[in-house]
Structure formats: structure tokens, C-alpha cells
């Protein structure tokens, strides 16, 4: 069964300071990684799409890494923002090349950041 | 948002009603899809539509029915048949294969 494991569930941090946030997946064939952004309430926000051959992606104080051997990634935040506080959701696409691409979501990290 | 939008933000139905949830993009993407998302679950897939007048049932579809008679707009009816209709329904389009979708605000959807 395809899954996508993220860790921790939640996590509280100071203003200022940086944190990773971890996603283990067991989905087969894998075709990408994401990560996105959600406010509470709101609709998630993509940060970062990987495909198989890439390793590291950054999109300003967000960088993502993947690890497509032991089926790992990371999300790492640097100089943490209160507007970072949000769940953070990994998400694996799968299946084959033809016919619908298949997502498989994790249930997220919730980051709240402190002043 | 990415120029998805749906209405209404919250939404309030009695037990034994239908009710219809709007999903309009105006991104030109051929492929929408209708996502329901729970209090600590990863979103689950009800509907998806890659053409006009074509869709295909997802991981939950059942008690859900959807249309897709324009490119731009997929709306999502909730019918008396779903036995746990309140949640928090995102839509999203995707321009191809591999690219990434492109969420709605959703609809939190109370029924009592």
C-alpha cells in the first residue's frame, strides 16, 4: 500500500531560528515529490516539486531534499518567519506513465512559530 | 489561489439534503480534481476529470457525483447517500501530467 509518513506532527520554534521537517515514503513507482503549504483554512500552496533525479530544490528559505534511494525527504526552513506557521504537507505521485497520475498525501507537520 | 475559486467559503446543510459545492479555474488547466480533507488525514481523492465531459471516481467517491460540461468549472454535489459529508472540500486543477496542482480555498462544508 502507498504511503507517505511525516514527522514530526507538530512543532513549535522561536522567530528567527531554522527547522526541518521529515517525509518517508513507500510509493512505487515513484514519479515526484512535493511540498506544500497550507494555511489553516485555506487551500494548500506548492513550494517545491523533485523528480527522481533531483536532489535538492530551494525556493527562498525553503529547501527541500530527496533521498529516492531510502525513499526520504527533508523540508528545511531557514530563519524561521511567524508567517511560516502552517501545516506542511508531503505529497509522493505515483502510477504509471499513462492514464491519471496517482497523488499520495501525508496528513502534514503543523509548524507554529513563536516571537 | 491560482485563479481557482469556490463557493461558498462555509456552507451549512440539514442531514438529508443535497448540496453543491462550485469549482471554477480560470488557468486553462484540462484537468480538475475534488479532494476532501479531514482533521488528521492526508487529502483523499473523490473525483477527478482530465477532459470536458469525462471524469472518473476516486478513492471515495461514493454518496459524491460530479459534472464536467465546461473546461473551466467541475462542481461537486454531496448527496444524502454520504454518511460523513461534514469536512473541508479543496478542488484543483493541473495544467499536465506531473505538474502541480493548483488548490482552491475550499469549502467547509457543516451538515447537522
Known amino acids: 500500500k502507498n504511503q507517505v509518513e511525516q514527522s514530526p506532527q507538530s512543532l513549535i520554534i522561536l522567530e528567527g531560528k531554522n527547522c526541518t521537517l521529515q517525509c518517508n515514503y513507500t510509493v512505487s513507482p515513484f514519479s515526484n515529490l512535493r511540498w506544500y503549504k497550507q494555511d489553516t483554512g485555506r487551500g494548500p500552496v506548492s513550494l517545491t516539486i523533485m523528480t527522481f533525479s533531483e536532489n535538492t530544490k530551494s525556493n527562498g528559505r525553503y529547501t527541500a531534499t530527496l533521498d529516492a534511494d531510502t525513499k526520504q525527504s527533508s523540508l528545511h526552513i531557514t530563519a524561521s518567519q511567524l508567517s511560516d506557521s502552517a501545516s506542511y504537507i508531503c505529497?509522493?505521485?505515483?502510477?504509471?506513465?499513462?492514464?491519471?497520475?496517482?497523488?499520495?498525501f501525508g496528513t502534514g507537520t503543523r509548524l507554529t512559530i513563536i516571537p | 489561489d491560482g485563479g481557482i475559486t469556490q463557493s461558498p467559503k462555509y456552507l451549512f446543510r440539514k442531514e438529508g439534503q443535497n448540496v453543491t459545492l462550485s469549482c471554477e479555474q480560470n488557468l486553462n488547466h484540462d484537468a480538475m480534481y475534488w479532494y476532501r480533507q479531514d482533521p488528521g488525514q492526508g487529502l483523499r481523492l473523490i473525483y477527478y476529470s482530465q477532459i470536458v465531459n469525462d471524469f472518473q471516481k476516486g478513492d471515495i467517491a461514493e454518496g459524491y457525483s460530479v459534472s464536467r460540461e465546461k473546461k473551466e468549472s467541475f462542481p461537486l454535489t454531496v448527496t444524502s447517500a454520504q454518511k460523513n459529508p461534514t469536512a473541508f472540500y479543496l478542488c484543483?486543477?493541473?495544467?499536465?501530467?506531473?505538474?502541480?496542482?493548483?488548490f482552491g480555498p475550499g469549502t467547509r462544508l457543516t451538515v447537522t
Open positions: 505529497v509522493v505521485s505515483g502510477g504509471s506513465n499513462f492514464g491519471n497520475e496517482k497523488l499520495t
Open positions: 484543483a486543477s493541473t495544467k499536465a501530467r506531473n505538474y502541480e496542482q493548483y
